[in-house]
């Protein structure tokens, strides 16, 4: 039987190899988040936020766009048009991991300040709601816990209510929830009061028992790859090294410049 010139014309194009297909984008990982996560310059060394470590532990081609900002809270963050800018380049398949608690607490000032159960929640909500709205994928992160010890040398919790809040969100919202701050509060048990000092910014001047210096922000980036891994939020093969030593000469600070300072 033959064929018509409609058929072979049809049979010619399906044998032609798809070569001209655009490449699949690849993802980003977003934060928005505190002083914890955020991007320090060379005017702070050697303090290090965890959000500058975790590429580390992220194949090389799924980014980290990190938006965390020194002192912020859910509140200030949104207040300040942060969230709007995340949401502005944020993309189809991308994820956002929200961190914040650290500055909600601050009950004299109400410029940051969020109430656990109701103000709290209704900021993250806004987080995940806008995410969701472009497609991107909203990650809970319970606060990372500070440094602090009792009498019989027991690491202690210091974030009241908020992480439960989280915690309670995230399940009624179906959101992963990675739980830094359990996980960092069992790491500074296990460490002990001496060891951690050398996880924070303590320094010939300073004992900062909130900030991480290179060691503590990769030690905290990696409970982070290893929550994203649990939660299924990455796939195994993208995430590395999550059983190997990272250099901490790896960490480096950019130049402040008059537009990174806030």
Same mark, same amino acid.
């Given at each position: 039987?033959? #064929?018509? *010139?409609?058929?072979?014309?049809?049979?010619?194009?399906? +044998?032609? %190899?798809?070569?001209?297909?655009?490449? @699949? /984008?690849?993802?980003?990982?977003?934060?928005?988040?505190?002083?914890?996560?955020?991007?320090?310059?060379?005017?702070?060394?050697?303090?290090?936020?965890?959000?500058?470590?975790?590429?580390?532990?992220?194949?090389?081609?799924?980014?980290?766009?990190?938006?965390?900002?020194?002192?912020?809270?859910?509140?200030?963050?949104?207040?300040?048009?942060?969230?709007?800018?995340?949401?502005?380049?944020?993309?189809?398949?991308?994820?956002?991991?929200?961190?914040?608690?650290?500055?909600?607490?601050?009950?004299?000032?109400?410029?940051?300040?969020?109430?656990?159960?109701?103000?709290?929640?209704?900021? #993250?909500? *806004?987080?995940?709601?806008?995410?969701?709205?472009?497609? +991107?994928? %909203?990650?809970?992160?319970?606060?990372? @816990? /500070?440094?602090?010890?009792?009498?019989?040398?027991?690491?202690?919790?210091?974030?009241?209510?908020?992480?439960?809040?989280?915690?309670?969100?995230?399940?009624?919202?179906?959101?992963?929830?990675?739980?830094?701050?359990?996980?960092?509060?069992?790491?500074?048990?296990?460490?002990?009061?001496?060891?951690?000092?050398?996880?924070?910014?303590?320094?010939?001047?300073?004992?900062?028992?909130?900030?991480?210096?290179?060691?503590?922000?990769?030690?905290?980036?990696?409970?982070?790859?290893?929550?994203?891994?649990?939660?299924?939020?990455?796939?195994?093969?993208?995430?590395?090294?999550?059983?190997?030593?990272?250099?901490?000469?790896?960490?480096?600070?950019?130049?402040?410049?008059?537009?990174?300072?806030?």
């Amino acid at each position: 039987m033959s #064929l018509t *010139r409609r058929q072979v014309t049809s049979a010619a194009i399906a +044998a032609v %190899p798809l070569t001209g297909r655009s490449p @699949e /984008r690849h993802r980003t990982l977003y934060i928005a988040g505190d002083s914890t996560a955020a991007q320090k310059y060379a005017d702070a060394a050697p303090e290090t936020g965890w959000g500058m470590a975790l590429p580390f532990f992220l194949r090389k081609d799924l980014a980290v766009a990190n938006h965390a900002v020194n002192g912020r809270s859910s509140k200030s963050f949104l207040d300040e048009g942060r969230l709007d800018a995340v949401l502005r380049a944020i993309r189809p398949g991308d994820v956002l991991i929200v961190q914040f608690a650290h500055n909600d607490e601050k009950a004299t000032d109400p410029d940051r300040c969020t109430e656990p159960w109701t103000t709290y929640q209704d900021c #993250l909500r *806004r987080y995940v709601d806008g995410a969701r709205g472009r497609g +991107a994928r %909203p990650v809970l992160a319970t606060p990372v @816990e /500070r440094r602090r010890f009792d009498a019989d040398g027991n690491a202690v919790p210091t974030h009241g209510d908020y992480p439960a809040a989280m915690r309670a969100l995230a399940g009624a919202e179906r959101v992963p929830l990675l739980d830094i701050e359990a996980l960092s509060l069992a790491l500074w048990q296990r460490l002990g009061v001496e060891e951690t000092k050398s996880y924070f910014n303590w320094t010939a001047t300073e004992q900062d028992n909130t900030h991480f210096n290179p060691p503590g922000a990769i030690a905290v980036a990696r409970l982070v790859a290893r929550e994203l891994l649990r939660t299924r939020v990455l796939a195994r093969p993208d995430v590395v090294r999550l059983g190997e030593d990272v250099p901490t000469s790896w960490i480096t600070w950019p130049p402040a410049t008059s537009s990174t300072a806030t």
